[in-house]
């Protein structure tokens, strides 16, 4: 994979994440506009805008009206209406059920940004899964494959951690006897490496079948000179805990 090529797949899922961020903000800011909508209708702002006198402006006197008489008693200011009781009860009920709005507006806006990061996180784990698991197919089937007559056994148990049934179960009753029993006999030392490896099929983010080229130097005590063959292996790569580990080898 080119890095050209991940670059656009990066810049593809952030646009992604950008887009759904987007539509969860305008669904939250139609929903607090249908609110305010709302308590316009019902009457909660009537009146804010005009502001209080206070005693400041109350000493202050008016440049465009003529001054009062020495001694003359200072006009009343103007004072509003007690509000009808029953209108006060539908104001704090209207101003009750825009907070309750509201509050759920901010929630819906909030879970669906979290659900669409936890969307493009899985995208990413989607697109970083064949990589991933190439990487790990290629190291244990170098570990599996190499190994020497002199510490045969404590180089097949090493693999044992990065395999899981049903490999496991084959590898450590079937594989780990024989190798071991046949590498001591003819005093044998086996040199893995991997040649080509690529992704060959993607299951979901956690399971990917992996094609591995492996090639093999192999020398015995009646035929020191090593000699090399190459094989073809189809691995199943699972991802468990965050690890992945081969699940399943086929020589083809």
């Known amino acids: 994979m080119s890095e050209s090529a991940s670059d656009v797949r990066a810049a593809r899922r952030a646009q992604r994440e950008a887009e759904r961020a987007a539509r969860a903000q ?45 001694g003359s008693a200072p006009e009343p200011a103007a004072t509003r209406p007690p509000l009808d009781p029953a209108r006060r009860r539908t104001r704090i009920t209207i101003l009750s059920v825009v907070s309750a709005l509201l509050v759920v507006v901010t929630g819906l806006a909030a879970w669906q940004y979290v659900e669409a990061r936890e969307a493009t996180a899985t995208e990413q784990q989607i697109a970083d899964a064949p990589r991933a698991a190439t990487d790990a197919a290629r190291e244990i089937t170098t570990q599996m494959f190499t190994y020497d007559h002199r510490t045969v056994d404590a180089d097949l148990a090493a693999v044992r951690d990065r395999l899981t049934d049903p490999a496991l ?84």
Request: aromatic share 4%; charged share 25%.
């Open 169 to 252: 179960t084959e590898f450590v009753e079937q594989s780990m006897p024989t190798v071991a029993s046949a590498a001591k006999q003819q005093e044998a030392t086996v040199y893995a490496t991997v040649a080509a490896a690529a992704p060959q099929e993607v299951v979901d983010e956690d399971s990917v079948t992996v094609l591995v080229m492996l090639n093999r130097m192999v020398s015995t005590k009646d035929n020191p000179e090593a000699a090399s063959s190459a094989s073809r292996l189809s691995v199943d790569m699972v991802r468990q805990d965050g690890t992945w580990r081969l699940a399943e080898l086929e020589a083809l």
């Open 26 to 70: 305008r669904k939250a800011d139609a929903a607090r506009e249908r609110a305010l909508e709302a308590a316009r209708a019902g009457g909660l702002f009537e009146g804010m805008s005009a502001m209080p006198r206070t005693a400041a402006t109350e000493a202050a006197p008016d440049p465009g009206t003529a001054p009062t008489a020495e």
